[in-house]
């Protein structure tokens, strides 16, 4: 007797195939180079001073600009990458970001560089939501979607440590402009295969684009992270704190601007329900960002000011820490997909990065050992932290919002990296002030870099004597911010523990997976870990 054949259920989310772990791959590319051109300027800026002879103020927007542009135009950039589809805002930003790497690669002044470099920041601000969401379009399984988010994050963290040291080699064997052509082949490459296996994706049902919010997500951005990062390397000034408040204003009359227009850049339905999920992911990414940046603040100085490397052998050294993140993500995924909850899984994150920061506060000014491991403790957890929120928020998420989304993840790490700069920056800053006896030099008194700088005008003596205090002090300063971060991370693991368990099923669930349609977003939703069923997402 003939049995009729079974129907395969049309929501079940299809498994990603060779293609789509292809297609991943090449996302891999322009992730790897937006996040390492924060840092690829490190060892280039002596050959560009003496070649271009830029000021004192355009050699600081040469440095700054690419990352303030990134950060200004990130939820404007997810936000119509939803409404114009993610792959050709993908396919844009691509190529903004190789014309830009050929202007700045051969350009004859300064004001050239930094215009480029603002193109840089316009094109990575396109790429960098576009890959994350178009990860959410192509794996609508809930298991393979965490491990490719696992793989994204692991590439970002990588690509942040790698930029320095490439830099170095590229300037020690070519000329300046290299650090800049090396980005040309992986855009070109991008162009050509993203056509043909990345999927076109988009929110069927758009409605318009809400221009006012564009200039006042801007305004809100750009005061506050700048303010941020200042306040950390400067200390408090009132024009910083002016500068944060500046933001802070716009930042409130964005929020109203969403809560009541009738076509918001970021729906505050993203927050509710379901979305309680996404608010809590996003927070405690924030939380992360602000402890794994300020770790960094204090790691690379340490390295340079206080045991004395080169740049280049500190870069060297501090790719060391990065070496076992790319077993971490991994390692997380799995453990849930076996049934551990995530809630235990970022609890337990938070904790071994707060682990991370004990051994900083046990370091000594000869320590180096420790402070690499300490580091590289601290890269796993957030590791782990990163690629479990984002995985949760975007599962959280509506599927045709998933480019807001990411764009919202990707605006707190900039918040919480330069909130974290600036908390901890400053609890070291006034440790060391405090430390260093009054006799020194007045810049030895401000910063260990000044310290060192006023070694050199001094008697041998004299400059042992300063440099020993001196490095003591900061390493002291060391202790109590790894202390803060690592009390910051405990609390940040107890609310997780809390906030992220499964409670009520309309709140922590996935938004669950529709069948595909050819070019918009729908196709993109994940089943979750825990599945109650399937419902369609279009009205």
Wanted: net charge neutral; aromatic share 6%; with cysteine.
């Amino acid at each position: 007797m003939r049995t009729k054949p079974q129907a395969t259920d049309p929501t079940t989310p299809a498994r990603a195939t060779r293609k789509e772990w292809t297609a991943l791959a090449v996302l891999m590319l322009p992730l790897l180079l937006v996040s390492m051109d924060v840092s690829v300027l490190y060892f280039a800026i002596p050959q560009i001073t003496a070649d271009l002879d830029p000021s004192g103020t355009q050699q600081l927007w040469i440095f700054d600009i690419y990352a303030f542009v990134l950060a200004g135009l990130l939820m404007t950039m997810g936000s119509l990458g939803d409404r114009i589809g993610r792959r050709r805002l993908l396919l844009f930003g691509a190529t903004a970001f190789g014309a830009a790497s050929l202007v700045a690669a051969y350009a004859d002044s300064a004001e050239t560089l930094i215009a480029a470099r603002a193109v840089l920041g316009v094109g990575g601000a396109t790429l960098m939501p576009s890959t994350l969401a178009l990860v959410r379009t192509m794996f609508r399984d809930a298991g393979q979607r965490a491990k490719a988010i696992g793989l994204w994050q692991t590439v970002m963290v990588a690509g942040i440590a790698l930029g320095s040291v490439m830099s170095g080699v590229l300037v020690e064997h070519f000329w300046w402009g290299s650090v800049f052509l090396v980005n040309l082949p992986a855009m070109v490459l991008l162009l050509v295969l993203a056509p043909v296996l990345i999927p076109e994706a988009r929110d069927p049902h758009p409605g318009r684009f809400d221009l006012l919010s564009v200039p006042l997500s801007m305004a809100a951005v750009l005061p506050l992270v700048w303010g941020l990062k200042e306040v950390a390397a400067e200390g408090v000034e009132l024009s910083y704190v002016v500068s944060v408040a500046v933001g802070l204003a716009f930042a409130a009359l964005f929020v109203r601007r969403q809560r009541t227009t009738a076509a918001p850049m970021v729906p505050p339905e993203l927050f509710r329900g379901r979305g309680r999920a996404f608010r809590a992911a996003v927070s405690l990414n924030l939380i992360s960002s602000l402890a794994m940046f300020g770790s960094v603040y204090f790691t690379t100085q340490y390295l340079q000011s206080v045991l004395g490397m080169s740049a280049i052998e500190a870069a060297l050294w501090a790719l060391l820490p990065s070496v076992p993140i790319g077993l971490a993500a991994p390692a997380a995924t799995a453990l849930v997909q076996r049934g551990v909850d995530r809630a235990h899984v970022v609890a337990v994150g938070f904790t071994v990065a707060a682990g991370g920061y004990g051994l900083l506060a046990l370091a000594g000014a000869d320590s180096l050992g420790l402070v690499l491991a300490g580091a590289g403790v601290l890269a796993c957890g957030g590791t782990v932290i990163g690629a479990q929120l984002t995985d949760l928020a975007l599962g959280a998420a509506p599927a045709e919002k998933a480019g807001t989304a990411s764009s919202l993840l990707e605006t707190g790490q900039e918040f919480g990296g330069a909130m974290g700069m600036a908390l901890l920056g400053s609890i070291g800053n006034a440790v060391y002030r405090d430390a260093v006896p009054s006799w020194a030099p007045a810049e030895a008194r401000e910063t260990l870099g000044g310290a060192v700088a006023a070694a050199h005008h001094l008697p041998e003596r004299a400059s042992d004597t300063l440099l020993t205090t001196a490095r003591e002090a900061f390493t002291s300063g060391m202790h109590a911010a790894a202390l803060t971060g690592a009390v910051i991370l405990l609390a940040a693991a107890t609310v997780a523990a809390s906030a992220l368990r499964t409670k009520k099923p309309d709140e922590l669930e996935e938004y669950p997976a529709r069948p595909a349609c050819e070019g918009e977003l729908g196709e993109a939703g994940g089943d979750g870990a825990q599945n109650s069923g399937a419902r369609s997402l279009s009205p």
